[in-house]
């Protein structure tokens, strides 16, 4: 099987396999998207839910973008993963706010994977924000981001874990926004 070079890193694991859609892109097969949305924010609720997601959601909406954010979409008591997916192959735009905690959510990681077999495959523009983060640790799978993974290994998620550390490598590798780097580390 033969990978677009950009997915394959010096820093990433041995390879695995990629999603279907993934390989359906590497083949030079393209499918036509019906675009639901502009703007797929992902996060991790607990460190950016209030703060700087709600400045960058509101900013977003009143310049009239479309935007998925999970508690604004989501009905309660509905099942989240199939709509999530979803709603990832159905946006231009994805957002990736990748913070302290991400690496300890499974469903960030899932849908960043989704996010990455996206930009891969249909071609959606991938801007990732690194908030409070160092792109290092996350490139490299280090520090709180290595830790996380690690956990998520030992609960038996192995196979899972390896197509987390190449999307989270992949998506170190896009020019990114550093927060601290933006308005002298002001969030508003």
Known sequence: MKRKASYR???????????????????GKRCAVAWNYDVF????????????????????????????????VLPVGEE??????WAIRSCRIAIPIISEQYAQSKWCLRELNEIMDCHVELGIS??????KVDVVDVRRRS?????????????????????WKYALSF????????????ANGHEG
């Open 9 to 27: 890193l010096a820093t990433v694991p041995p390879p695995v396999p990629l999603s279907v859609y993934a390989c359906k892109a590497l083949q």
């Open 41 to 72: 924010l992902n996060i991790r609720g607990p460190d950016t839910r209030t703060g700087f997601v709600d400045f960058l959601y509101n900013s977003l909406v009143a310049a009239r973008v479309h935007v998925f954010r999970d508690n604004d």
């Open 80 to 85: 989240i993963g199939p709509e999530l997916l």
């Open 126 to 131: 991938v801007f990732p924000v690194f908030y």
């Open 143 to 163: 520090g709180k981001f290595g830790e996380a993974l690690s956990k998520q290994e030992k609960q038996g998620r192995r196979e899972e874990v390896l197509r």
């Open 171 to 182: 998506v170190a590798s896009i020019r990114e926004w550093i927060s601290q780097a933006i």
